[in-house]
């Protein structure tokens, strides 16, 4: 790491993913960059860290064509996010994935779902629980720390960034704490990537709503808006606040840490229904899962301290949307200590529950003959179909109890597609960049449309980092690692090794000759290797056996080519999922 200085052309807040690829990438471009980080030691607490580390855009993969990238995005955001920024997001996110591969990244294919193509490496285990330590992106991210140290970068850990340094309209620098001493650290540009303002509970009241104290926190717990509020001193525009990204948690999350983050509850309650105490749904499960996690936490602000809330659903959804998502509540959530009731009546399972029975009666009843007549939109509480109702009809009757769970919100402080934070007359402050999950106006909105936090993230600290070259006039400089293409790069940075198309990547099996030559040639091997078998047995059995040598020779061939296919399909199949294309 380079001395600590008090000089820069970039400051970075923040060390997750945001922050950590704006700094390696602006050292890339030949800039001096820094990066303060609040949290302690070489695994400082960080979202990124603990995320599932699943890089996608609106689970699709971000090397569609933009098109394709940009009507998930409008369809997932109700037409509410911001275009550009959208189309910054699809353009860019292909290129990013090429550029954490080249640091080194590796990724996963997950599962068959287009979404989980690209999992970070090493993936975190099929269990419930907390599970992040060395899994993917705490590895992505040493790897990020390791490398903006060896080009020269200073990253200060234990350091807060206290407020900004603001001169004629103009940011300046960053007043940054350590240790309770302040000191100012002056800057061409400043970029804000320290998360959003999940744990904040005064922020979250202010922009989201009453209740903080009912929503547990899924996340790092490390999200406490100070960078939004250090924009909006300076000037700046916020956009979207009033949302956040979380998940529909079992209860028991409050006093078990075996079922946080993870199974979430989604895909359970999404296919059913969920209830307050009185029996009554009390939100439209149908749209989104993060949409019916925000939906709970402002029936939760609304209601009595102690409300209930329980995912009510049948033995059929148990056994299908219960083992759906990556990490299934079936069976993981009883595994983990989790609460699930079960009963062969509603009646039973009311009182269970604690829940009124009449009144769970009688939801159900409504909501079964409002689906089997296709008028879901007619019930009190009007259910949409985005995601798939399914009857609750099959005993064993179950519930779950359920709370929302927060992991960071989805809106923040107004940027333009080059990462430029905005005025409230819309217009860029000069020196002050912002990027990942302090910023808003992708997610969010209307219908909680998420688009993938990883990716947002790493997108805009890449673009801030070479919005931040520009605005520094800086040439790019030559070597590993700055290789790759950023077509909407200026012509002073496009001409340098920045070249505007980047060069063809290598194929993902150029580093496994053997994979490569079985996974290409495996089928035809198996079928000559089946002929010469068949060959060596009719030659070293025709003496002996005579014509009876012929069969024992086709049986023989037979043999090695289903062994030597099925070795090749098996090879094939774990290359795929742990080499994706």
């Known amino acids: 790491m380079a001395e600590p200085s008090n000089e820069y052309d970039l400051v970075v807040v923040g060390g997750g993913l945001a922050g950590m690829t704006a700094g390696v990438r602006a050292l890339e471009l030949g800039l001096r ?21 699943v890089m996608h855009i609106g689970f699709l993969d971000p ?42 990244a ?35 991210l040493r790897g990020l720390v390791e490398r903006f140290g060896a080009l020269g970068g200073s990253f200060r850990g234990v350091t807060r960034a206290a407020s900004l340094v603001m001169h004629e309209g103009r940011c300046i620098g960053v007043v940054a704490e350590k240790n309770g001493v302040h000191q100012t650290v002056k800057a061409a540009q400043v970029l804000i990537a320290d998360g959003g ?11 989201i709503g009453a209740g903080f ?31 956040f990204y979380g998940h529909v948690l079992c209860r028991d999350a409050l006093h078990n840490d075996n079922v946080w983050p993870y199974p979430e509850i989604d895909g359970i309650a999404t296919a059913g229904m969920v209830v307050n105490g009185a029996g009554q749904r009390i939100a439209d499960e149908g749209i989104s899962g993060v949409y019916l996690t925000n939906a709970l936490a402002g029936a939760l602000a609304a209601a009595p301290d102690g409300e209930p809330l329980y995912a009510i ?11 759906s998502a990556r990490i299934p509540a079936n069976p993981l959530l ?27 009666v009688e939801t159900v009843k409504q909501y079964n003959a409002a689906l089997a007549a296709g008028q879901l939109d007619r019930l009190a509480v009007p259910r949409s179909t985005a995601m798939q109702p399914w009857p609750i009809t099959e005993a064993p009757f179950m519930a779950i109890p359920v709370c929302p769970g927060i992991t960071y919100t989805m809106g923040g402080i107004a940027i333009d597609a080059r990462a430029q934070v905005l005025a409230e007359s819309g217009e860029p402050i000069k020196g002050l960049l912002a990027a990942g999950a302090a910023t808003g106006g992708i997610e969010g909105g209307s219908q909680a449309g998420y688009i993938g936090g990883l990716m947002k993230a790493g997108v805009f600290g890449l673009i801030a980092a070479e919005q931040a070259a520009v605005l520094c006039d800086k040439p790019a400089r030559n070597g590993p690692g700055n290789k790759l293409g950023a077509p909407s790069l200026p012509p002073h940075l496009a001409s340098s090794s920045l070249a505007v198309n980047a060069p063809p990547r290598p194929h993902r099996l150029a580093k496994y000759p053997m994979l490569r030559a079985i996974v290409g040639f495996g089928t035809l091997a198996s079928i000559l290797l089946s002929v010469a078998v068949a060959g060596l047995v009719l030659w070293l059995c025709w003496s002996s056996l005579g014509v009876i040598a012929i069969p ?30």
């Open 106 to 140: 590796r990724f996963v294919k997950f599962n068959e779902q287009e979404g989980y193509r690209w999992c970070m490496a090493p993936p975190r285990s099929l269990r419930a629980g907390i599970d992040w330590q060395g899994r993917g992106p705490d590895v992505v």
């Open 33 to 53: 960059a820094a990066v303060l980080e609040k949290g302690e030691g070489e695994i400082y607490p960080c979202n990124t860290r603990q995320s599932g580390g």
């Open 313 to 323: 659903f049948d033995a059929a959804i148990w056994d299908k949307p219960g083992r």
């Open 334 to 360: 009883e595994e983990a200590g989790g609460t699930v009731l079960r009963a062969n009546s509603l009646e039973d399972l009311a009182t269970l529950a604690s829940v009124d029975g009449p009144g769970l």
């Open 197 to 207: 303002f999940q744990a904040n509970p005064d922020l979250y009241r202010a922009h």
């Open 213 to 243: 104290e009912r929503i547990f926190q899924r996340g790092a717990r490390t999200g406490m808006g100070d960078g939004l509020k250090m924009a909006v001193a300076a000037g700046a525009a916020v956009k979207g606040t009033e949302r």
């Open 552 to 581: 024992a020779a086709g049986l023989a061939g037979l043999v090695s080519a289903v062994l030597g296919l099925s070795y090749t399909e098996l090879v094939r199949l774990i290359t795929d999922m742990m080499l994706p294309e």
């Open 63 to 104: 090397y569609r064509p933009a098109e394709d990238l940009d009507a998930v995005i409008e369809q997932r955001s109700g037409g509410e996010a911001d275009k550009a920024l959208s189309s910054a997001l699809s353009k860019t996110g292909g290129r990013l994935l090429d550029w954490l591969q080249d640091k080194g």
